[in-house]
């Protein structure tokens, strides 16, 4: 299927995309999920793995995969959009830590699954280097390595000198890095397109170019449902894990924002080329610019080179003409030559992005409310690959009725506010992707750090 090849180079390297057969009909079960990205499969995937025999239906628009989870940046890392200052603030320390822990252990749970049912995901866990470009990155990396270690993980992070840098990769302007273990590179497309035949294999049921248009919660003895044009898929429980994407359906529109995140790939680099680099380790890598940009290297030996530039556009749209922008999409190439000078002919084979889903609180929620059977995950900005993971066994025990320490977590049953309405929705995101940019140019051209005083870092602060 070209046009879901085309998507990303994740999904042309993943296998058959052939879509499986769309509902044929109104149809009872007993979940009922819309979404097959990774929050909808590994939320089956526990749910079955705890009762087999449970009827789940996923109902995908177009094919797994087709969202977020087959368009990343490949990290699986601990990484939450929210600190852990600001978690502690909302939800006191000990639950910080202990949404933190949950996040090192996401990743290890991802590589353990996939290791154990046979996906081929690609999961090596060559750690995560924030690199400072710069005296201007440097006091960020230093407030990140004293706010680990306030809580209690430090020891999982290293402060890395420009030579220690040097010795992982050869980054043109690197003074300094932050380096840890915890975090691990995916292949995301094979990884979402295994979780989908996995949950096949154990009895769940996919239908695929099948779009939601709305969905309804319990009542009065009727079961939840989600409405599609081919019909409606009725269940005592009902499962939202569309992210980005549930900003189409009117009753969530104003939940998320859906932003852009686009990401350019460099034609496979020779082996003389690498030994100039580095990288043997095949770390996440990431700088510490407030617009946000992460680098992976695959492993046939490309370089990835994500960042966030495109603009939000009025009244939320998503659309596919927005997985390409010229002026980012130009710019992320541009930054490749100038962190690798040795790549200055380097030929780009591939040019991507998709939305994430921005709540306006930057907070995840995992959420389940038992009256109506509908239960939600997403919230996760630019952090879903193994927050989906965390999301999926917490929706379980949710939707199970138990106790876990996963439910316990100030994540589960979070309620983030809606954003406002339009045009002040466009105006507070243009202002601030704007005003962002400008911090980082003037920083890059003067050497200092932003001051974290301006309005754009007030409003961003997460
Ligand atoms: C370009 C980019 C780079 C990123 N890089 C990283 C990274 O390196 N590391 C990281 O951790 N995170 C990254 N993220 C975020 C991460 O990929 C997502 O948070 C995660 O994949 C979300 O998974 P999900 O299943 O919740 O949503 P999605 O993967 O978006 O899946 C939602 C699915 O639901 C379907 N759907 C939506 N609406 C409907 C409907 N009405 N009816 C039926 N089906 C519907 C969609 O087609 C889609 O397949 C990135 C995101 C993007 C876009």
């Known amino acids: 299927m070209e046009r879901y090849a085309d998507v990303s180079y994740w999904l042309e390297t993943a296998g058959d995309l052939a879509p499986r057969p769309p509902l044929d009909g109104t149809t009872e079960c007993d979940v009922a999920i819309l979404g097959a990205g990774y929050t909808g499969l590994w939320t089956a995937y526990y749910l079955l793995k705890r009762q087999p025999g449970l009827r789940i239906v996923i109902a995908e628009s177009e094919i797994a995969g087709f969202g977020a989870s087959g368009r990343n940046g490949a990290w699986c890392a601990p990484d939450l959009n929210i600190s ?32 154990a049912e046979g996906i081929d995901a690609g999961f090596h866990k060559g750690g995560e280097l924030i690199v400072a470009r710069g005296p201007h990155h440097v006091p960020a990396i230093e407030a990140s390595l004293r706010e680990y270690g306030r809580f209690g993980f430090g020891d999982r992070y290293r402060l890395l000198d ?160 927005y997985d390409r922008h010229d002026p980012t999409h130009e710019m992320l190439r541009r930054f490749v030559r100038t962190w690798f000078p ?19 609180d930057w907070h995840p929620s995992f959420a389940f409310d038992p009256r109506s059977g509908i239960a939600s995950a997403r919230g996760y900005v630019g952090h879903g690959v193994s927050t989906a993971n965390l999301a999926g066994r917490t929706l379980a025990d949710l939707i199970a009725g138990e106790r876990s320490p996963l439910t316990e977590l100030p994540l589960a049953n979070h309620r983030s506010p809606n954003w406002e309405v339009e045009p002040l929705r466009w105006l507070g995101i243009r202002y601030t992707q704007g005003a962002m940019s400008r911090l980082d140019r003037r920083a890059e051209a003067t050497g200092q750090p932003p001051t974290g005083r301006s309005l754009a870092e007030r409003i961003a602060s997460h």
Request: aromatic share 6%; net charge positive.
């Open 84 to 115: 852990m200052d600001r978690l502690a603030r909302l939800h006191g320390e000990d639950a910080a830590r202990r949404i933190q822990q949950a996040t090192y252990d996401a990743v290890d749970e991802v590589g353990r699954v996939a290791a």
């Open 162 to 321: 420009a030579a220690g840098v040097a010795e992982k990769v050869r980054i043109a302007g690197a003074v300094a890095g932050l380096w840890s273990d915890s975090a691990a590179i995916v292949h995301p497309g094979r990884l979402v397109r295994g979780l989908a035949t996995l949950v096949e294999r154990m009895g769940g049921r996919l239908v695929e170019r099948t779009p939601v248009a709305d969905f309804r919660g319990a009542v009065a003895g009727a079961p939840a449902a989600l409405v599609t044009p081919r019909g409606e898929i009725r269940a005592p429980v009902i499962v939202l894990a569309g992210e980005a994407y549930l900003t189409r359906l009117p009753k969530l529109h104003r939940q998320l924002v859906p932003l852009y995140s686009l990401i350019v790939l460099t034609e496979p680099i020779d082996d003389a080329r690498w030994a100039e680099i580095g990288w043997a380790g095949r770390e996440v890598v990431a700088s510490a610019r407030l617009s946000i940009d992460y680098l992976s290297r695959t492993a046939d030996g490309r370089i990835l080179f994500g960042g966030r530039g495109a603009p939000y556009r009025l009244g939320s749209p998503i659309k596919d003409a």
């Open 342 to 360: 040795m790549l200055g002919d380097i030929r780009f084979t591939h040019a991507w992005g998709g939305p994430l889903g921005m709540p306006r």
